[in-house]
């Protein structure tokens, strides 16, 4: 938990900033993969991924002696390509506009009968391990919590978390205006999915669709969505570099992204943005602050 008087002040909102980019492999992922490899009983896990996910789910399987593969778009950021494998996880990097990741998972468990196939954020394990955090924050007296979102993995943990809980805070999605399936999801009813990977900045939410566990609980537990422009993860981004000193990764600023966006949503009250992970490239972190 950080408070930044800087931050504070500069934006005249009480906010408070939960960051994950301490987490073991940099950022939240690793509670549900962790979670996912101590629980099933298989040799060997098979997922997707852009790349937090990725690395979390093979620093867990070498935790828990196990094989990990990992499909990744060859425009994943290079930093999170290597940190896959130098835990010793296969990377299968594809071309999505040749091949979309589910399709690349199907082919490859065709040869792997044997794997889980993990998902991201559209599993169960993976929504109880998320969970943790939002226990962490449960009894903050906070206001709102401001989530990105991408899959739906860490905001539905969240939300299970508050449910369970009897917290109170109201669940505000941050979300990427490039790819806004979630928030015209909810503001819809009904699940919609993005016609192709959106290319926003926020390279861990360039997902198609909220996966179909997290999609009701999203749908009946989130209070609000902000859509946020490429341009204001950038001003995140930097205000977290110059008033927090804290580096973020593009998605990761997608909550504070959220507060630039729509300020006055957020007045008068105690607000805890959530920093789902530090994991950038540094060409790109350089051309971003």
Known sequence: MIRSSKLID??????TIASETFQHTGSFKFRAAYNVALNVPNDSILTASSGNFGQAIA????????????????TSARVKIDAVRSFGASVDLIDVAKVGRAERVEQLADEMPDAYIASPYDDQLVIDGN????????????????????GGGLISGVITSFCRNGTAAEVIGAEPLLGNDAA??????????NESEPMTIADGARTVSLGKLNWPIIRDGVKDFVEVSDEKIGDAMRL?????NLKSEPTGALSLGAILE???????????????????DAAIYKELI
């Open 10 to 15: 500069n934006l005249g909102l009480d906010i």
């Open 59 to 74: 620093y867990a399987c070498k935790l828990t002696a196990k094989r990990c593969t990992v499909v990744m778009p060859e």
């Open 131 to 150: 969970s943790t955090l939002g226990d962490e924050l449960a009894d903050s007296g906070f206001d709102a919590v401001v989530v990105p979102v991408g």
């Open 184 to 193: 015209r999801s909810f503001k819809a009813g009904v699940l919609i999915a």
């Open 240 to 244: 977290y570099f110059g008033l927090a």
């Open 262 to 280: 729509r300020p006055t949503r957020f007045q008068n009250k105690k607000v805890c943005v959530i920093v789902s992970g530090g994991n950038v």
